[in-house]
């Protein structure tokens, strides 16, 4: 646990490289389009329970991870963002079930420690093309569904992207009170990438 809070606040944050595409804004709201690149991610899946509470016990097994909860017992440092995959209902709502990610620091990626956690899988994920939008705050289901709803609309029939899921991200400790960068992405249909 110590190891988490030392890695969450004293540790550089290493951010997912990736690289802006082109920039739009349409019914104010500004958005990008990025291309990601792939490697090796810590991932968790959660169910059965509402997205705010999935999302919080995942991010907190990912973060004894790279906190040092692994077969190295060496904390690796952050990564930013934590993307949570979350998948819409036919209403709208999100529905119980989320996998959290978090990418592996560049110095562990050709070989990540194993997870004590055994919910926690290595995974390799490919380079991806998303849509993205940002918004501030502490960010919950309800504003993740609500800039899902924008980015969509903004969007309108100009890109076509997955409707079965979506990106939720978050590049802040919990601890830092304003100024927070949350993200919603969408993924195109055919990646080009």
């Known amino acids: 646990m ?6 969450s606040l004293l540790s550089t944050v290493e951010t997912w490289p990736h690289r802006v595409l082109r920039r ?3 019914e104010q709201l500004s958005y990008e389009e990025r291309e990601c690149e792939g490697g090796r991610f ?4 959660v169910e059965g329970k509402p997205f705010d509470e999935a999302s919080k016990e995942g ?7 790279v906190g040092g909860s692994n077969d190295k017992g060496v904390g690796m440092g952050m990564t930013a963002p934590v993307s949570i995959t979350a998948f819409p209902a036919e209403d709208g709502s999100l529905q119980q ?8 620091p560049n110095q562990f990626q050709a ?4 997870p004590s956690d055994e919910s926690i899988k290595i995974e390799e994920r490919q380079a991806l093309t998303i849509y993205s939008t940002q918004f501030g705050g502490y960010a919950k289901e309800v504003d993740y569904v609500n800039y899902a709803a924008k980015l969509k609309s903004a969007l309108g029939s100009e890109a076509t ?10 590049y802040d400790p919990p ?3 304003y100024g927070r960068r949350n993200e919603m992405l969408g993924r195109p249909v055919i990646n080009l990438v």
Request: hydrophobic residues 40%; proline residues 7%.
């Open 2 to 7: 110590l190891g988490m809070i030392k890695n």
């Open 111 to 114: 070989s990540p420690p194993c």
């Open 59 to 65: 991010v907190l097994k990912l973060l004894k991870y």
């Open 24 to 26: 739009g804004e349409k």
């Open 42 to 45: 810590a991932a968790v899946e």
């Open 175 to 177: 601890m830092k009170p």
């Open 161 to 170: 992207y997955r409707k079965d899921f979506y990106f939720c991200n978050g």
């Open 97 to 104: 079930k989320v996998k959290v990610y978090l990418r592996i």
